[in-house]
């Protein structure tokens, strides 16, 4: 059975960093990009960031651009998102994603306080 969990979200204040982690099991991970996507309240839900299966390609929105870098590990089914530099912007329910075959974890809440 596909599992996607995420961890490492809290509230943090503004201009402080946060490192998100999304744990996989049940697929071949090495097989498939992951990405994150956050949703803030009201708003609709959006990309963050992508890596590809061997980690060699990493793709940004321009929001985070900069400030946000995205990993993984297969060894471990991981991946992370590292979050510097963080604003009120940021605030979001942040969910992990596999790309192939729209599946979702249930998000973890990030809190950045100005």
């Known amino acids: 059975q596909v599992h996607i969990v995420e961890s490492g979200g809290g509230l943090v204040e503004a201009g402080g960093s946060l490192t998100l982690s999304c744990a996989a099991s049940?697929?071949?991970?090495?097989?498939?990009?992951m990405s994150w996507f956050r949703q803030a309240p009201g708003k609709a839900r959006e990309f963050v960031a992508l890596?590809?299966?061997?980690?060699?390609?990493?793709r940004y929105a321009d929001s985070v651009k900069d400030r946000f870098i995205i990993s993984r590990d297969n060894a471990k089914n991981t991946v992370n998102l590292q979050m510097n530099n963080l604003n009120s912007e940021d605030t979001a329910i942040y969910y992990c994603?596999?790309?192939?075959?729209?599946?979702w974890g249930r998000g973890t809440q990030v809190t950045v306080s100005s």
């Open positions: 890596v590809g299966s061997t980690g060699q390609i990493t």
């Open positions: 049940g697929f071949t991970f090495s097989s498939y990009a």
């Open positions: 994603k596999r790309e192939t075959g729209n599946i």
